[in-house]
């Protein structure tokens, strides 16, 4: 089956490119966009289940015979990456059709939304597909190209302001990364992955250095690794609520994906073990006491989001097989988990007028459901027992026991720090908007008048200026949410099966053998 391999990224290039020649014609847009993603979503899981059964699934791209030509490889970590991704990405794309809807201009939407969000997804999936560190590279522009049009839409000063932050520190990335990708191929004379395994092993340990060094400085700008995250806060709650959603959800787990991929595979040993687990303390701390100094909901989940992504690289430090099989699981909570809060915050901003928590109150009274869709995903977060992110902490927690280094005991407390952090700031959350009573300022859903307020902003699907607030919340941004909130919830029923899953593949991650054969089967040239 491995004609499905290049599916996830030829169907939403060719999706983004008749969504461009419908122009004009919103309806079908759409339609072509759900088509395309439910497709995505359902060649993920063959792909996901092929993998498994019979390993790495590799397509030589045009024929091309590997190392000369690019190969795609799906094995079981960048499988479950796909069925992720693009659930949630047709997910968020229910909900920005839902809200574009129901902003009652949806005859004349901003047409150049579809195909860049399309391209987006290309990017992703090339991403985690790609078996070559130059075309890993292209997957990464391809994503940020679409993410800049995303994050600057409607091109108000605040969106113009946060998008020239976030283009400086994304070409900054993307030169380091292609510096490391000169470096690299001067040194082995390729750039194929399954290749670079013995020839990166024969370089001198100063050289083998310093590139992955490299690499991991421009994956760690990509991934909001702290202190290079600085931009990701001023960057992601200025997008309107769905962009804001997927860029939280998939695009620092893109760096998270390429750490984990060149760490285990190029540059095994734990070399920079120690590096990454105090990146990962001070990520974990740093972020999460930023979250608690929010007033802004999305500001806080912002900081959340740079938190958490420490303890991803707390299992890629520890260079155990627990702590990988444990970092891959948390990444699948993570991207589901975050993706669904900011969902649930552009309804809050919807139903409240504002994300400002000094400006809100009594919304688990005014909208039950709305509160149930924030509260579940929260506490989830937060960790507590038993939901997915308590089973994915719990695993980190063992792996960092059994290590039994001084740093990987204080990455333990590092970590119960945080999460118990985590708590507090969405309980305050939680008392501030939801629980005290309406603040004056609220719109309330008495006077239909007083629905519509102006925001001064283009809403992603109708280039709107006007934002309902107050109103009832539309069917087709709750559902989405309500699907994200319940697989968040599915994660914790299927948390052994999907343990057992991210324990092989961080088994083959660590022998590298497996990815090494599908690709070279006869042997690395």
Same mark, same amino acid.
């Not at 122009?23 to 079908?28: E, I, N, V, Y």
């Not at 979503?41 to 590799?58: E, Q």
């Not at 004379?189 to 421009?218: K, S, Y």
């Not at 520890?318 to 948390?330: N, V």
């Given at each position: 089956?491995?004609?499905?391999?290049?599916?996830?990224?030829?169907?939403?290039?060719?999706?983004?490119?008749?969504?461009?020649?419908?122009?004009?014609?919103?309806?079908?847009?759409?339609?072509?966009? @759900?088509?395309?993603? /439910?497709?995505?979503?359902?060649?993920?899981?063959?792909?996901?289940?092929?993998?498994?059964?019979?390993?790495?699934?590799?397509? &030589?791209?045009?024929?091309?015979? $590997?190392?000369?030509?690019?190969?795609?490889? $799906?094995?079981?970590?960048?499988?479950?990456?796909?069925?992720?991704?693009?659930?949630?990405?047709?997910?968020?794309?229910?909900?920005?059709?839902?809200?574009?809807?129901?902003?009652?201009?949806?005859?004349?939407?901003?047409?150049?939304?579809?195909?860049?969000?399309?391209?987006?997804?290309?990017?992703?999936?090339?991403?985690?597909?790609?078996?070559?560190?130059?075309?890993?590279?292209?997957? +990464?522009?391809?994503?940020?190209?679409?993410?800049?049009?995303?994050? /600057?839409?409607?091109?108000?000063?605040?969106?113009?302001?946060?998008?020239? !932050?976030?283009?400086?520190?994304?070409?900054?990335?993307?030169?380091?990364?292609?510096? $490391?990708?000169?470096?690299?191929?001067?040194?082995?004379?390729?750039?194929?992955?399954?290749?670079?395994?013995?020839?990166?092993? %024969?370089?001198?340990?100063?050289?083998?250095?310093?590139?992955?060094?490299?690499?991991?400085?421009?994956?760690?700008?990509?991934?909001?690794?702290?202190?290079?995250?600085?931009?990701?806060?001023?960057?992601?709650?200025?997008?309107?609520?769905?962009?804001?959603?997927? +860029?939280? #959800?998939?695009?620092?787990?893109?760096?998270?994906?390429?750490?984990?991929?060149? &760490?285990?595979?190029?540059?095994?040993?734990?070399?920079?073990?120690?590096?990454?687990?105090? !990146?990962?303390?001070?990520?974990?701390?740093?972020?999460?006491?930023?979250?608690?100094?929010?007033?802004?909901?999305?500001? @806080?989940? *912002? +900081?959340?989001?740079?938190?958490?992504?420490?303890?991803?690289?707390?299992?890629?430090?520890?260079?155990?097989?627990?702590?990988?099989?444990?970092?891959?699981?948390?990444?699948?909570?993570?991207?589901?988990?975050? !993706?669904?809060?900011?969902?649930?915050? #552009?309804?809050? &901003?919807?139903?409240?007028? *504002?994300?400002?928590?000094?400006?809100?109150?009594?919304?688990?009274?005014?909208?039950?459901?709305?509160?149930?869709?924030?509260?579940?995903?929260?506490?989830?977060?937060?960790?507590?027992?038993?939901?997915?992110?308590?089973?994915?902490?719990?695993?980190?927690?063992?792996?960092?026991?059994?290590?039994?280094?001084?740093?990987?005991?204080?990455?333990?407390? #590092?970590?119960?720090?945080?999460?118990?952090?985590?708590?507090?700031?969405?309980?305050?959350?939680?008392?501030?908007?939801?629980?005290?009573?309406?603040?004056?300022?609220?719109?309330?859903?008495?006077?239909?008048?007083?629905?519509?307020?102006? &925001?001064?902003?283009?809403?992603?699907?109708?280039?709107?200026?006007?934002?309902? /607030?107050?109103?009832?919340?539309?069917?087709?941004?709750?559902?989405?949410?309500?699907?994200?909130? =319940?697989? #968040?919830?599915?994660? !914790? +029923?299927? %948390?052994?099966?999907?343990?057992?899953? *991210?324990?092989?593949?961080?088994?083959?991650?660590?022998?590298?053998?497996?990815? =090494?054969? $599908?690709?070279?089967?006869?042997?690395?040239?």
């Amino acid at each position: 089956m491995t004609y499905l391999v290049p599916l996830p990224v030829v169907m939403p290039l060719l999706g983004a490119a008749l969504t461009l020649l419908l122009l004009g014609r919103p309806r079908a847009q759409r339609w072509v966009s @759900l088509t395309v993603l /439910t497709a995505t979503v359902a060649v993920a899981a063959m792909l996901l289940v092929r993998s498994s059964v019979d390993g790495p699934l590799v397509v &030589e791209v045009g024929g091309w015979v $590997a190392p000369m030509g690019i190969v795609l490889v $799906a094995d079981q970590l960048a499988a479950l990456m796909l069925v992720v991704s693009a659930s949630v990405t047709l997910c968020v794309l229910v909900y920005s059709i839902g809200q574009g809807m129901a902003d009652g201009n949806e005859e004349t939407p901003l047409s150049v939304y579809h195909p860049t969000y399309l391209v987006l997804t290309a990017g992703v999936c090339n991403a985690f597909l790609s078996g070559d560190l130059f075309n890993l590279y292209v997957g +990464f522009e391809i994503l940020l190209v679409a993410s800049y049009v995303l994050l /600057t839409l409607g091109s108000t000063e605040t969106r113009i302001r946060a998008g020239t !932050t976030y283009v400086v520190v994304s070409l900054l990335s993307s030169v380091i990364f292609l510096v $490391a990708i000169g470096l690299v191929y001067a040194s082995t004379g390729t750039l194929n992955l399954a290749q670079l395994v013995e020839r990166l092993d %024969a370089l001198p340990d100063d050289l083998r250095l310093v590139l992955q060094g490299m690499l991991l400085l421009a994956f760690g700008i990509k991934a909001a690794v702290f202190p290079l995250s600085a931009w990701l806060p001023d960057s992601y709650p200025t997008a309107p609520a769905p962009v804001t959603a997927v +860029f939280a #959800g998939l695009l620092t787990k893109v760096g998270v994906y390429a750490i984990i991929r060149t &760490e285990t595979l190029l540059f095994p040993g734990g070399r920079t073990a120690t590096l990454l687990l105090v !990146t990962a303390v001070l990520t974990m701390v740093v972020g999460i006491l930023g979250a608690v100094a929010q007033s802004d909901i999305k500001r @806080l989940l *912002s +900081f959340t989001l740079i938190s958490h992504i420490g303890y991803m690289l707390f299992g890629v430090g520890l260079t155990s097989s627990l702590g990988l099989s444990a970092a891959i699981f948390y990444v699948v909570h993570h991207i589901t988990i975050q !993706t669904t809060l900011f969902l649930a915050a #552009g309804l809050v &901003e919807r139903r409240g007028g *504002s994300t400002a928590m000094d400006r809100l109150g009594g919304l688990a009274r005014l909208s039950p459901l709305l509160a149930v869709l924030f509260f579940v995903p929260a506490l989830n977060l937060a960790g507590i027992p038993p939901f997915s992110g308590f089973l994915g902490k719990l695993g980190l927690v063992q792996a960092g026991i059994d290590d039994g280094g001084v740093l990987a005991w204080i990455l333990v407390a #590092g970590g119960l720090v945080t999460s118990l952090l985590t708590l507090y700031a969405v309980a305050r959350v939680w008392n501030l908007a939801f629980w005290r009573a309406p603040h004056p300022e609220m719109p309330d859903t008495g006077d239909a008048d007083r629905a519509a307020r102006t &925001e001064g902003a283009l809403q992603p699907q109708t280039g709107v200026a006007v934002a309902q /607030t107050g109103a009832v919340l539309p069917g087709l941004m709750i559902a989405p949410t309500v699907a994200l909130v =319940v697989f #968040g919830l599915v994660l !914790t +029923f299927v %948390a052994g099966p999907l343990f057992d899953l *991210s324990t092989d593949a961080a088994d083959d991650l660590l022998r590298r053998t497996p990815y =090494v054969e $599908a690709v070279f089967p006869g042997g690395t040239p």
